[in-house]
Nanobody
Framework: QVRLVESGLGLAQAGGPLRLSCSAS????????MNWYRQASGKQRELRAG???????RYADSVKVRFTISRDNAKNTVYLQMNSLKPEDTAVYYC????????????????WGQGTQVTVSS
């Protein structure tokens, strides 16, 4: 199993920065990609950014120039640096990890953190 714990101050002003962290524990050697999703009230969960074990990253178009995802493989931790925050960034942010396909028959393909509320005030 993989356990994910998110952390980060959840309040920010519009235009300001905020950094989220997510630390993985347990069977961390089976992790492939680490991702950040968000779920705004009444909306579906959507990917914000992801990073593979080799370092390749991807971003949703709406955050591409404002957010930076990074990963410390030695600490099994993924970070999301959010800059130039907007009120519409307000949501619950979830850490997610994807498991290497080799292990999927044994483990679930994904694990999720408990979510952390991010509120951006105007």
């Amino acid at each position: 199993q993989v356990r994910l714990v998110e952390s980060g101050l959840g309040l920010a002003q519009a235009g300001g920065p905020l950094r989220l962290s997510c630390s993985a524990s347990g069977s961390t050697s089976i992790i492939n990609a680490m991702n950040w999703y968000r779920q705004a009230s009444g909306k579906q969960r959507e990917l914000r950014a992801g990073i593979r074990s080799g370092g390749r990253s991807r971003y949703a178009d709406s955050v591409k120039v404002r957010f930076t995802i990074s990963r410390d493989n030695a600490k099994n931790t993924v970070y999301l640096q959010m800059n130039s925050l907007k009120p519409e960034d307000t949501a619950v942010y979830y850490c997610n990890v994807e498991i290497h396909p080799y292990y999927v028959p044994t483990y679930p393909p994904n694990y999720w953190g408990q979510g952390t509320q991010v509120t951006v005030s105007s």
